[in-house]
Nanobody, 117 residues
Framework: QVQLVESGGGLVQPGGSLRLSCAAS????????LGWYRQAPGKERELVAV???????NYADSVKGRFTISRDNGKNTVFLQMNSLKPEDTAVYYC???????????WGQGTQVTVSS
């Protein structure tokens, strides 16, 4: 089992910034992906960004150039720096852990990000 604890959501004005954090604990395999997904009301959950343990980074087109994902492998923590936020970024953001070992996937409880004036 892997536990994911998120923090850092909140209310911000358009153009503002937020930083999300997610700490993973438990049975963490050394080869894994840590990433962020989001789900807006009435929409499906979508990938925002992912960082692999090997250093590969991937972003959704809608956030490229505005969001930056990073991870601290020593602390099993992943961060999402979100700049130039737009109202359409409003969603519940979920931390995700995936490892090809047994095809395991875990989710955090979600943190609300609201971009509004």
């Amino acid at each position: 089992q892997v536990q994911l604890v998120e923090s850092g959501g909140g209310l911000v004005q358009p153009g503002g910034s937020l930083r999300l954090s997610c700490a993973a604990s438990g049975s963490i395999f050394r080869i894994n992906n840590l990433g962020w997904y989001r789900q807006a009301p009435g929409k499906e959950r979508e990938l925002v960004a992912v960082a692999t343990s090997g250093g590969f980074l991937n972003y959704a087109d809608s956030v490229k150039g505005r969001f930056t994902i990073s991870r601290d492998n020593g602390k099993n923590t992943v961060f999402l720096q979100m700049n130039s936020l737009k109202p359409e970024d409003t969603a519940v953001y979920y931390c995700n852990y995936y490892t090809p070992r047994n095809n395991e996937r875990y989710w955090g409880q979600g943190t609300q990000v609201t971009v509004s004036s």
